[in-house]
C-alpha cells in the first residue's frame, strides 16, 4: 500500500483495566509490537482521510473496542468487535507461545526454529482473520496487521 504520513498510527495505547499483568516475555513483546507499529503502519479508517491517527485498544463487556481518534483527539470512528471468531487462534497462540518460550531455554537450535516456525504461521493467520473482520472498516497492510494482533492477544490474555 502507498506510504502517506496521514494514514498512520502516531500512538497506540492498551487500556490498563483490560489487561492483565504479564510475564516478562509478554512485557516485551507488547512493547516491541507497540514500538514496531508506530514505527511502521498504514492504517486508515475507510472514509476518512485525516489522520494520522491514535489508537487505543480495550476490551469492552467482552468485546474488542478500537477507539480511533486523530493525532489531536478528535474522535473519528470505535469499532467494537466480536471475540468469539478471534478466541480459537488467540488460544493456540498462546499455547504455541509458551512451548516457543519454553524452548529457547530448553531446546536446540533447530527445535526452536520449528516451534517458532508454526509460531509465526500462526500470527500469521490470526492477523488476516483480524484484517478480515476489520474490512470495510479500516484498510491496513499485513505487517500492522500482525502487529495489532499482538496487541489484540495481549488485551486477551488473563494471567
Known amino acids: 500500500m502507498p506510504r502517506d504520513s496521514a494514514k498512520r498510527l502516531v500512538s497506540v495505547l492498551l487500556d490498563a483495566d483490560s489487561l492483565s499483568a504479564g510475564n516478562p516475555d509478554q512485557e516485551h513483546e507488547r512493547a516491541v509490537a507497540i514500538y514496531d507499529l508506530i514505527e511502521e503502519n498504514y492504517f486508515c479508517p475507510r472514509g476518512h482521510d485525516g489522520g494520522p491517527y491514535a489508537l487505543n485498544l480495550s476490551l469492552t463487556s467482552g468485546k474488542l473496542s478500537f477507539d480511533i481518534r486523530t493525532e489531536t483527539g478528535e ?19 498462546f499455547l504455541i507461545c509458551d512451548s516457543y518460550y519454553a524452548a529457547i531455554r530448553t531446546q536446540t537450535p533447530s527445535q526452536i526454529e520449528a516451534i517458532d516456525m508454526g509460531r509465526r504461521g500462526l500470527h500469521n493467520e490470526a492477523a488476516a482473520l483480524l484484517s478480515e473482520r476489520l474490512s470495510g472498516k479500516i484498510e491496513m497492510d499485513a505487517d500492522t ?14 494471567g
Not at 474522535?75 to 478466541?87: C, W
Not at 496487521?145 to 488473563?158: D, I, M, Q, S
Open 145 to 158: 496487521a500482525r502487529r495489532l494482533f499482538t496487541l489484540v492477544a495481549a488485551l486477551h490474555w488473563k
Open 75 to 93: 474522535p473519528v470512528a470505535t469499532h467494537i468487535l466480536s471475540l468469539t471468531p478471534l478466541r480459537r487462534v488467540v488460544r493456540d497462540y
